[in-house]
């Protein structure tokens, strides 16, 4: 499968973002889909994921109550809206993918999948 993701940018803190991740096909239904940041200097950590049969959401810390992550099944497209971005949130987003649903959806090492990533930086 391949991953597309799209809609980075540069906004100030306290602003709103979307980006989404277009997938060529649906090899992961039995899976998840995920979204991972990496910062500079920084190891990749995980911002959200999706159980697709199920629709469950994850969500690190980090993130929870700010960021949304929704899906278009027909498109098989995933999308993180954030809200309420902090300087630190600026990082290179990215968007995985894997076949079958792994209990530590967390973890960037049990992913299949990458897309190419997309920038966002939010400016104090």
């Known amino acids: 499968v391949q991953l597309q993701a799209s809609g980075g940018g540069f906004v100030q803190a306290g602003g709103s973002l979307r980006i989404s991740c277009a997938a060529s096909d649906r090899t992961f239904s039995s899976g998840a889909m995920g979204w991972f940041r990496q910062a500079p200097g920084k190891e990749r950590e995980f911002v959200g994921a999706?159980?697709?049969?199920?629709?469950?959401?994850r969500y690190s810390d980090s993130v929870k109550g700010r960021f949304t992550l929704s899906r278009d099944n027909a498109k098989n497209t995933i999308y993180l809206q954030m809200n309420s971005l902090k300087p630190e949130d600026t990082a290179v987003y990215y968007c995985a993918a894997r076949v079958i649903w792994h209990v530590h959806y967390y973890n960037p090492s049990n992913y299949n999948y990458w897309g190419q990533g997309t920038l966002v930086t939010v400016s104090s």
């Open positions: 999706i159980r697709w049969s199920s629709g469950a959401l």
